[in-house]
């Protein structure tokens, strides 16, 4: 069948129409409808262009119009819109008309909820849905789509712009400098007078990039030592997507991605999730335990592949691997290369090197790119690949690092809280592991890697108070062991703007924001009823 690859007049002349609202995109746009009117015919082209102007359309805007002052005034409208249209459901027709109202308009925005049968978690949703700070927040939700169209156009590889597009890069550092403003300008301010600013605070934290990157080195350093105390293997596996997933292949266009209809990379992170709970689940089936840090980052054109370091008993290895290896090869197993790069293995021999050395350059990759002089995959310094890869995490909402096993790293940070003259009487063992940093000791005196929720220390939470939107919330307090808990959130705080003297916010609310309840304040009780 002959493909036919010279749109017609009627064509050219609806594919200008909707390419003049595009704005930003146009070009991009205009140049992959010029491939594949060749590659694939202008019918196929023209069903793609359709795709990218519904996929672009949000509420009443395109996604690309929605930044800055723009979508400050678009975001006020929509909230003042809810609004009215609650009060006027709520007097014509009652609550039964408002709660179908907002499921309508949530659905619209894009929100994910699903408890509308409980009322009061559909007055708080209606209380932030009347915010223009929850509309904004959608629509910066959709930038994904427009980074997702932009790897459809080929803009995202390593000859291009390689991990994100130079639009989603510009859109992280600029999120920066707004963040960095914002923290800089408000300060906390305790019950016994100190003042920081949130920047200072955020320094002390592991959002700081060096923190982060210590305590994740510190937690799998202190896997490897236990493992060694235990005589359990380690081992380095790495899964990848079926090539579907990847809009470049061999340095080409993949014709495979376009027939899959294009998967986007939250549906790549979905493939390895699901292949991973499905392990997982034949793991618990058939008793064998493991423990270590799952890492994922992108390839070169976005698609995200997972590292893994994993600690297990010698018995139970080669079970292991085989059972993983199936789950990770049962989706396009015989296509080319997948039986080389699709699932790979490496078992850490301690005197050629560490758990800790192998996965420190994937850490560093995927958070500063400190001491990464050039990344292999990209040729960029690591610096920029970081700060790329960081772009990219945040755009399409996936966790970099998540550890398997061992215990609450929210006992661990609360612990370290506390000063050596406030050291807890009760478990002053497992605070002094935690205090030296000794993740081994603490995970051992907590219960072992495999205690779950039978661990020694548990968070010990508050009673739970009223917050801005009417739900009933607990803030963490503390740790626990049955009767026995020691407080660590010691103090109270309240956010106020840099040098204002004051405690009061532009509309005159005081703003608390405590350990027990984050940002309590003003009077946001409940103006119309959904039960």
Not at 81 to 102: N, P
């Amino acid at each position: 069948m002959m493909i036919l690859t010279t749109p017609t007049a009627e064509c050219v002349k609806w594919r200008a129409g909707i390419l003049e609202s595009i704005s930003i995109l146009k070009t991009v746009i205009e140049n992959e409808l010029t491939r594949l009117d060749k590659k694939a015919g202008y019918v196929l082209a023209n069903r793609w262009l359709g795709r990218v102007n519904a996929r672009l359309t949000y509420c009443d805007q395109y996604i690309t119009d929605l930044s800055g002052e723009d979508l400050a005034k678009w975001a006020e409208r929509q909230s003042r819109d809810l609004e009215i249209g609650i009060a006027q459901y709520q007097t014509k027709q009652g609550a039964g008309a408002v709660r179908a109202f907002l499921q309508e308009q949530a659905t619209i925005a894009g929100a994910v909820f699903n408890d509308w049968e409980d009322s009061d978690k559909v007055n708080g949703l209606m209380l932030r849905m009347v915010t223009p700070e929850w509309w904004k927040r959608q629509a910066k939700r959709q930038w994904i789509v427009v980074e997702q169209i932009l790897r459809e156009c080929g803009q995202v590889h390593r000859n291009a712009s390689p991990y994100a597009s130079s639009w989603a890069l510009n859109k992280f550092r600029q999120q920066l400098q707004n963040n960095r403003a914002f923290l800089e300008s408000w300060e906390a301010v305790n019950d016994c007078g100190q003042a920081f600013t949130l920047a200072q605070l955020s320094e002390k934290g592991i959002s700081n990039p060096k923190n982060r990157k210590a305590e994740l080195m510190v937690r799998i350093r202190g896997f490897e030592e236990m493992a060694a105390d235990l005589g359990h293997e380690s081992y380095f596996i790495t899964i990848t997507c079926p090539s579907k997933y990847h809009p470049i292949s061999n340095g080409r266009r993949n014709r495979k991605y376009l027939k899959a209809d294009c998967p986007t990379v939250r549906e790549a992170h979905a493939y390895l999730n699901n292949v991973w709970k499905r392990f997982r689940s034949y793991c618990k089936r058939h008793d064998i335990p493991f423990y270590g840090l799952r890492t994922v980052e992108p390839h070169h054109d976005g698609c995200p592949h997972w590292h893994m370091i994993v600690f297990l008993k010698p018995e139970n290895s080669a079970h292991f691997l085989n059972a993983f290896r199936n789950y990770a090869m049962e989706e396009d197993g015989a296509e080319k290369g997948a039986d080389k790069h699709r699932f790979t293995v490496v078992k850490i021999d301690p005197t050629k090197g560490t758990a800790s050395g192998y996965v420190a350059k994937y850490v560093a990759k995927n958070i500063d790119g400190e001491n990464i002089d050039t990344d292999l995959e990209t040729g960029r310094s690591g610096q920029d690949a970081a700060q790329r890869i960081t772009a990219w995490a945040r755009l399409n909402r996936i966790r970099q690092f998540q550890f398997v096993g061992g215990v609450s790293v929210t006992v661990w940070r609360e612990l370290r809280r506390l000063g050596m003259d406030a050291a807890p009487k009760a478990f002053s063992d497992i605070y002094h592991a935690a205090n030296r940093a000794d993740w081994s000791k603490f995970v051992q005196l907590m219960g072992g890697a495999f205690a779950g929720r039978n661990q020694t220390l548990k968070p010990h939470y508050s009673e739970p108070e009223l917050n801005q939107f009417g739900e009933m919330v607990a803030s963490i307090k503390g740790v626990c062991r049955a009767a026995d808990f020691v407080i660590t959130r010691l103090y109270e705080w309240t956010v106020q703007r840099v040098g204002s003297g004051s405690l009061a916010l532009e509309n005159g609310a005081a703003v608390p924001w405590t350990r027990v309840n984050n940002c309590t304040g003003g009077n946001f009780s409940p103006q119309y009823q959904t039960n």
